[in-house]
């Protein structure tokens, strides 16, 4: 997740926007050894204070998310969507949401 942050970081500029979004609590019950994941609220601080390690000239915008597209198919400001190689698939399901919007 770092260098996903990290990255997020770089290509939203000097003093970009960042949006993240932070699994809820919620959805994560449902995962194997959820009781081994941090709160969601440890989860949002340290994703803020990570991207402000980084850059603090970042503008950080941390959402809860309860469903698989979060933030970033609503949200029409969006320039780039950061994502890996565990992440592409979802990154593309993204894409294709906001061009059919």
């Known amino acids: 997740h770092r260098q996903l942050l990290t990255m ?11 949006v993240v979004g932070v699994t809820s ?3 994560l019950k449902r995962k194997k050894a959820s009781d081994l994941i ?7 601080e340290a994703v803020l204070s ?3 390690a980084v850059n603090p000239q970042t ?15 609503v949200d029409p400001l969006l ?10 698939r979802g990154g593309l399901w993204v894409n294709d949401k906001r061009e059919a919007a």
């Open 8 to 18: 997020a970081s770089l290509v939203s500029g000097q003093a970009g926007r960042v």
């Open 50 to 52: 990570f991207l402000k």
């Open 38 to 44: 941090e709160p969601g609220s440890v989860r949002r």
């Open 25 to 27: 609590d919620t959805i």
């Open 59 to 73: 503008v950080v915008e941390i959402h809860e998310i309860f469903d698989a597209g979060g933030p970033s198919i």
């Open 79 to 88: 320039q780039a969507i950061v994502v890996s190689s565990e992440t592409l």
